[in-house]
């Protein structure tokens, strides 16, 4: 009896090893802004006068995907194809294997910031009313048009809003305290020793095929610092009394049709990485580092004009 | 071995045997020369809403589909002109069929006896541009799918049928199932007089006769807004789908009174009185 549980207990442990050749791999890698991405043109609505701010804080989301391949021939800045245009008017899929983004529209409690918050840009409370209060002079305001001025009455109104107790459970906020009373600070991008902003991303389960490649953009913030990446009739439903409004979302076919969201000043990678091994357990094999899968987001949409 | 495990070998040794005795047979139908299995019923014309309101009768058009040949699909495929507006696409197979009410507290006198299942069919729709129809209409059924192949040789289905019918909780690509209406709208609005195709694939024919009938139209405007003007695309919207067996231009008349008598919500005194066109009494 004591040989047959041992045998099993072998059996069942060495199970646990087994490999299922999925065509799916997950990957890790880098992506890397230019300053130029972080810097904000700030007017003053009164004089007109414009003032240059480079802040992490102006990062717009960053929106990956794994393409075919990468061409400048349909759109003029690098896009991926495209299968066949299907409907008039509505450029063709590109059929991507897979995607992700650094950072995703967060709802801060407030309609007025519907799609305007980005996860892993703001650290704090007083970092968003910072921001929109004071750098950009677009104050922030409640459902009863009055100017949000306390990090305080912001934190109570959230809590509130959502049942929370806590700073860690709003995910658009990167500085909180842990469970274990540490100080948490994960903000997306890091500046470098060049000056560019860098940051981690993970793209999930996508599906392997040799030579595709990873694109993407950065949606850079209007004039009012919205994002046209984000649709403000999707999303949760808030309905108390007249405060009735969406959350707001992503369209939901971003890295499908890129065109359609594409506006000049965004930035888009020009050189895509290039996944060189020749199947899924390969590149499972070579075991790449964050580093080692490194785009660059640094072709300014427009500048071709 | 003792003599309860051979008794109980024995016993699953001749159970096992007696489940060879089961063939099914009677849940397969023999194609009907009379009535072909895949069916090409050429161009129809969409109606007008007033006259599917007024003159419902004159506008659908009343089909027969025969069971088609042992694998491979059948179905009746139809055409029709783009608007350039929205048109609503319709089929009504029959029968009609119910859910048995077997609640204990609080059942439902109307449905206290089963369907007859056996005199129910479904028929499935799809509609798309005829130039993505891939099947040769009248001989092989199709459909609306093509594929795309990327430059690194991945092939992608791209779906052409415009067909969507929402199911529960607005899931699209969802159908009516047996014996129930099935409708969807389709925006001409990008292709005006452009030739669309209508695809309606049999998913079963009924048992009793091997032969499935069904009532059509396509109507001009949104499925919605008809549903509203003719109070709900329901069962009865398209009466009478059964046909006479010898004479398809008048309704099978024992059905025609089940179908109303349902619409009536007076199931349970019409099924006492014709037991034979319901099942058994819970």
Known sequence: MRT????????????????EHLPQVDVRGTVVLPREAAVYTVVDEKTGETEEVEDVRAIGPVILGVFPSISSDDFGYPHPEMGPIIVDGTPGNTYPYGGGTV???????????????????????EDILDWYNIVLDDSVVDEFGQVVDSSE???????????????????????????????????DFQQNADGDYSAEF????????????????????????????????????????????????????????????????????????VFTEPDADAFRAAALTASDVSVRMDYLVGSED | MTISKAILSISVVGLTL??????????LSEPNPDYPGVQELGEMAVSDLTDFRNSREDVIYYGRLGAAEPG????????FAGTGGEVCVMVDPEAVFWNESVSAQSPTENYAYQ??????????????????????????????????????????????????????????????????????????SVHPGKSYTVVLNTFSVPLDDAMVDYAFAIVEGACNDIA???????????????????DMSIPYEPFESLETAFCNNNLFEFCTNNPQLCGDED
């Open chain 1, 4 to 19: 047959l549980v041992l045998s099993l207990a072998v059996v069942a442990i060495s199970g646990c090893t087994f490999d």
């Open chain 1, 103 to 125: 950072g995703r529209y967060d709802f801060a409690c407030f309609s007025d910031l519907s799609c305007r918050i980005v996860t892993g840009r703001f650290k704090t409370f």
């Open chain 1, 153 to 187: 009455y912001f934190r109570a109104y959230c809590y509130e809003l959502f049942d929370f107790t806590t700073d860690r459970e709003l995910s658009f906020l990167s500085e909180y305290l842990d469970s274990e009373g540490n100080i948490v600070s994960d903000l």
């Open chain 1, 202 to 273: 993970d793209l999930w389960q996508v599906t392997y095929e040799p030579d595709m490649k990873i694109w993407g953009w950065m949606d850079s913030p209007s004039e009012n610092f919205t994002f046209s990446t984000c649709d403000l009739d999707r999303g949760q439903q808030n309905v108390e009394y007249s405060n009735d409004y969406y959350y707001g979302a992503n369209f939901t076919d971003l890295i499908n049709f890129p065109s359609k969201y594409i506006y000049d000043g965004d930035f888009t990678v020009q050189e895509p990485y």
């Open chain 2, 18 to 27: 007696a489940a060879c005795d089961r063939e099914g047979r009677t849940y």
């Open chain 2, 72 to 79: 491979t699909y059948g179905g009746a495929t139809l055409t």
């Open chain 2, 115 to 188: 369907d007859n299942y056996k005199d129910d069919g479904d028929l499935d729709l799809e509609v798309g541009l005829t130039a993505y129809y891939t099947g040769s209409p009248g001989y092989e059924m199709g459909d609306f799918a093509a594929v795309y192949e990327d430059s690194l040789g991945n092939e992608v289905r791209l779906e052409f049928n415009e067909c969507y019918m929402a199911g529960y909780g607005g899931l699209p690509d969802a159908h009516g199932g047996r014996g129930a209406i099935e409708y969807c709208t389709i925006d001409t």
């Open chain 2, 228 to 246: 509203s003007s003719v109070g709900g695309l329901t069962e009865c919207t398209m009466p009478a789908e059964a046909r006479d067996p010898d």
